[in-house]
């Protein structure tokens, strides 16, 4: 449930942080008190919970709104509640049940809480909540045998940042008689993939030479992702999903590390082709430096070693890919320290008000953890994003000040592989370039090699950047929308944007809703104002394709100020 | 054969720790050896097909192999070196078991001339389970609550109750335990109402001191409340009927295991325990430190103070779910306690400087509580040193176990030998004292003020110091023989090493399992005086209750052990009596 992962107002400790963040979780406080004039007048405020599929009343509903304090009631047997003495004004209502979700969290998280007003003759509130889907089955293998102990994960396609990715969202195992059970799940589409498990009898039948286990399958009983059928989810849906499995052989690889540090821990994974990590287990013999997988079924596998060495605060890298098809001995992996990559930022000032911008006061642990205070110069944050490639469990890496007290800027420890880098200015300024060597690294990524030298990242930041601002028409379906602004080089700029607050004018429904983006590079954009803020694949450019003839043109100049009025484009599926 | 930790064990099935060093013997020259039998139900005798059985010879590495039984429950391997050989078998719906495994021990075969390791019955225990729903006072399913199960059964010489394994319920409120042995459990329950807020108090009179005293009044106004001496400014979130908690529930509706109902599993059975949860209104506790006076209210300026509670349930400090809030220096809000007897601690980190006191108090409602450094409950210090006077190198790891909970208190001595456990409570009791570390080291004799000693036991009557002098032994021995009945080695035999003071020497006792040709080995045994006996079918004795093994002291072997010392002994079986 969305509100258990709230942030606790208050910090505390316990011995159980996770009740502890449930207890303590409160809820954020709208930013606006009562609209109405200030008066001393109070009245109730009464509403009903109802099943959104059903109808029927829900009951033992915690609804919650804050006027001067929090309070909290429970729905009774009809579903019913009401706040008596409410402060006149427009007040937010948290609504919470297990096995229910709001509107606003199925949705999108920035929809628009339930609100009510607290004044004369207001009718009461009726509040939907929406029921929970639920997954359970179970996974049987040769013989029709339960398999005890086998993961199952569901993946559900995401848009993050307009990009589409797959998130590992639910995770469950099957218990001693083969069975599963997910609850909580919003309607929608979902992989259903079970296994492999991390216990020897899902792995192997026997030990020696010859052993079986179950591979990882994707619903309904097959290899891949591209084979697997998306389970349609419904919500208050309970479905059945059975995996009958069937045992095939398994393998080993082993072989040696070389050039890894005496101290310091080391981590080695096998990844799939669809680049799910198998379970851990490796065998790995710090004085030899030989190893030995686990068991793993037949299939292309991308070994990845790393090591961190604690006294050099130096990390060392190797991987390699191979096609397992029996087992393998001798298999040599020579671990390389990861790159340094400089990074000379530099700002171009054509005003004069901004001369101790971007210079801010940095803690952070310097060598042996020792704590330094420094008055630095960052005029912007640089984070590689892994495309790809078998260190892409690690995500993103920030830049930071190397271990030297003087150090400059530097993206540290880097293992081999393609990034895509982003430059976030940290004051009043765009990024006019940013280079690495010929590469443009605002269209190209930037692939780092092992065991080459690293050439420092050029950046350059202007500080005569262009704004835009605009209203975005709703239409009477739609209490929000994104902007876009696409540059002609370079990622799209984005805008959440809502309608003003409902209040007793009665325009105010009618209102379109503003923007303002700053520090835009000068140049020419396309804008474009979309319908769903969640999941439209603009990183797609096939899919910001289809939408582009829409799009209304802008050139700024530096230091132009432009003005936009947009249509809403629905871009649904 | 005594076996590793079992439960590592159980999951690599073979690649288990070897205790025993590895037997080697001119004769491990030789292959051609067999071991071969059939694997049965325990319970009705039937074959047991498709089962995987799997031999580790000891102290050799990678020499495990495994067959799968065919249709008549038979397993054989061949052509195996002589040597001393552990033996697992693993099938679904079964336990995962040595030959004759009982507790940690097993029944290990021996391969080699002359030795029968054919034909051999291996009998498995099918699991049990026990499963349930929670619901709460609404008939609701309560998601994610944490169920506990305790198992009560023969551990070490005498009935025990220990957590076996916890699960959470799933979105029916429901749980299951699988894969358990028979015998008796118990089933706990604790979880949070998911609608439960937390009355918070957002300040203190800081004028006013704070002393013991009750909370009596309701937080229900805005008016400045009495908190003690002093006077809270009240503002406050949450409902006060809404600050409300499930207290520990044991089934079907006992507060703790003494008013709980034993569940009691045959194997291959499945029981159900249901439970219901009922909310109580939450406690609140003011925590102070007594070294936070309100004079020097300035110093505890950048302190930070957080407290947590634990609540002790069959020899185990459990977490309990609350919320701790500092609101003035050095004093601490607990909210969301249910009624019961708790371990407050309170832990302070000021300027980096992490301080921690304990205290445990019963709490009936809303209270406040000074923890002072010193416990009232005893500080135990001492220092342990070897017979020369010399302190160990390195250092040694002392625990105090109490008899009564099993309680452990561990601390590690410094480099000359001296410990203390202030900021552990440890409450009155009796108290096996030992080194866990280095395992050659042993409590030879100890001395100690403000409380009884025997032996090597510990009685401490509490509100008082008690500063204890350890003299520490070093090196062990090894006690190792044959166990014979009618003259004949027999295996499966408990064998137990009984210290000559058994009532005040718990620490010193060593127990074994005889292997396929009827021989044990008892290594690590601390020098000292003890009698070896060997007890058939002795695997249900509470042979630590006192007077339990009295009348098998005089069937055994009385053996004397020095450092490094090794002795051989052969061991009369005894039928019980």
Known sequence: MRWRTLIPRRQARSVWPRTLSLLLASFPFPTFGAQFAQSDAAYAIRGTVVNSLTGEPIRGVLVQIFSNRQRSVLTGADGAFAFAEVPAGTVNLNVHKPGYFTLQAIQSPRAQASFAV??????????????????????????GEPVEAFPVQLFAE??????????????????????FRIAELQSGKYFVFAGPGSRPENFARGLQAGARGYAGTFYPDVPDIAAANRVEVAAGQRLEINFNLRSQPFHRIGGALSGYPEKGGISLQVTNAAGQQMPAGFRFDHRDGTFQSVW???????LTAEMHDPDGQLGYFASQSVNLSSDIAGMHLHVLPGLNIPINARVERTRTDSETQGTQTLTFAGRRGKIVHRQVSMPASVILTHQDGPFGQRGQINAQFGPAEDAPLELSNVPPGVYSVQVIPNGPWYVQSARSGSLNLLEQNLTVAPGSAAEPIEIVLRDDFAQLEGSVALGPDNDSAMVLAIPEIGQPQTRNVERARPSPSPDSARAPAIFEMGQLAPGTYRVLAVDRADDFEYGNPEVLQKYLGKAREISLGPNQQGKIELELVHVGE | MALGVILCLAMTAGGWQQQAPPVVTEASQQRGFRISGTV??????????HTLVSINAQGVRDSNQSVETGEDGRFVFENLAAGQYGLFARRRGYLQQFYKQHEQFSTAIIVGPELNSENLRFEMRPQASISGQVLDEMNEPVRNAQVMLFRRALALGRRQNWQQGSAQTDDLG???????DPGTYFVAVSAQPWYAQRVMHNGLNRTETIGEGSISSSYSTSAPQSFGRSNVEEITTGEPELDVVYPITFFPNAPDIAGAEPITVRAGDGETADLQLQPVPALHVLVRTSAAAPASEESGEGENVYASATVLVAGTQLGVPMSSQQ??????????????????????????????RMQNVQIAGDTAVTLSEADSSGTVSGVAKLESGAALNPSPMIVLRARAS??????QADGNGEFNLKEQAVPPG?????????????????SATGAKVSGRSLEIPGGQEVRLKLTLSQGTGRVAGVALKDGKPMDGVMIVLVPEVPEHDLVLFRRDQSDSDGSFALPGVHPGKYTVVAIENGWELEWLTPGALEKYLAGGEVVRVTANAKIDVKVKVQQPQ
Do not use: C
């Open chain 1, 118 to 143: 607290s004044g004369p003759d207001q009718p009461p509130v009726v509040i939907k909540l929406v029921p929970e889907g639920v997954i359970s089955g179970h996974v049987t293998g040769d013989g």
């Open chain 2, 40 to 49: 049965v139900d325990a319970m009705s005798g039937a074959v047991l097909t």
């Open chain 2, 174 to 180: 429901r749980f299951r335990f699988g894969y358990l």
């Open chain 2, 430 to 446: 009796t108290y096996d004292v030992l080194v866990a570390q280095p395992a050659a080291v042993a409590v030879k004799s100890m």
């Open chain 2, 406 to 411: 099993d309680e452990q208190f561990t601390t």
């Open chain 1, 158 to 179: 995401r848009v993050e940042n307009g990009k589409k990715t797959r998130a590992d969202i639910h995770f469950a195992s099957t218990n001693d008689e083969g069975e």
């Open chain 1, 296 to 302: 793993l079924p037949a299939g292309r596998y991308t």
């Open chain 2, 327 to 356: 609101i003035s220096p050095g004093v601490v809000e607990i909210s969301g306690l249910p009624p019961g007897r708790f371990n407050l601690r309170l832990n302070s980190n000021k300027n980096g400087e992490m301080t921690s």
